[in-house]
């Protein structure tokens, strides 16, 4: 394969694993409106589901990281949508990851997006 296609495919995996995380996390908020018995086979089918994705981008020397309640830091691989809601030197926190940050092997593959809260004191 010439250096195109695998960038090519690389991209495509990207993307594939960012929407398929957007959709893991709507499935994960519907599971909770489930009785236990459901919730409980379902959840383990979107593990599954999850454990896989990870494998597969394993095998592409890529992963995904989730910043959500971690310190908000400027020079975070990922975009505030809601950053300028916060003027001043309040210290503050994700609240939500919007997109996952895809790193690989030579760092960030595609920069997350997230929405800030203010650090509760």
Do not use: C
């Amino acid at each position: 394969m010439n250096g195109t296609t695998v960038a090519t495919l690389e991209s495509a995996l990207i993307d594939i694993a960012v929407e398929g995380w957007r959709f893991s996390r709507v499935i994960a908020r519907l599971l909770t409106k489930l009785d236990a018995g459901e919730s409980t086979r379902y959840s383990n089918q979107l593990r599954y589901y999850l454990k896989r994705t990870e494998e597969a981008l394993a095998l592409a020397e890529l992963h995904i990281v989730d910043v959500e309640g971690h310190p908000y830091d400027a020079g975070m691989a990922a975009t505030a949508l809601n950053v300028a809601d916060f003027p001043g030197s309040d210290p503050l926190v994700v609240d939500q990851m919007v997109e996952p940050i895809i790193m690989g092997r030579d760092g960030v593959r595609r920069t997350g997006t997230v929405m800030l809260r203010r650090v509760a004191v």
